[in-house]
């Protein structure tokens, strides 16, 4: 056999003796993480409860208005509940901690699906939480790391 010949038979097997290996690299791959501003986020789990995904749910978002060394601040605007009650506010992030102002709170007593009071939104929002982000879901976590609710970035198609 040529010298060529066998370097590229070596190279065929090479590629034929490590299928998992390829397949491993194609799994690992991870779908863009949802920017934090700038995306509807709408609630699909407080407390452990799945919330119904019929776009009535609760949801926010943040308005990017300032970039800090340490953070940014902006707006939040929001729909408390499927009544339409609207919830608005301000916010700063720093570093994995979402600090929010809430300024205006609907007075209706209207209940979400799961029978979440209209308040409760605005309460998972102000409890100044960590976040995550993994793909399109939003973490607000406990200090020890406990989902305390989980949202979901809407596309509108």
């Not at 491993?24 to 501003?37: D, F, I, M, Y």
């Not at 929010?100 to 309460?123: D, H, Q």
């Amino acid at each position: 056999m040529q010298p060529g010949m066998i370097r590229r038979l070596f190279a065929l097997l090479a590629l034929t003796a490590a299928p998992g290996l390829i397949g491993a690299q194609q799994a690992q791959k991870v779908p863009k993480p949802a920017p934090l501003t700038g995306t509807r986020w709408m609630l699909a789990e407080s407390a452990g409860q799945h919330v119904t995904q019929n776009g009535l749910q609760p949801s926010f978002e943040l308005k990017s208005v300032e970039r800090y060394e340490d953070g940014s601040a902006g707006d939040l605007a929001g729909q408390m509940n499927w009544c339409g009650d609207d919830l608005s506010g301000t916010y700063r992030v720093t570093d994995d901690r979402l600090q929010v102002r809430i300024t205006s709170i609907p007075l209706r007593t209207c209940k979400v699906s799961v029978g979440m009071p209209r308040e409760e939104l605005g309460t998972l929002l102000a409890g100044n939480p960590r976040y995550r982000i993994l793909g399109s879901e939003l973490d607000l976590l406990e200090d020890n790391g406990v989902v305390q609710a989980r949202f979901i970035a809407y596309r509108a198609e």
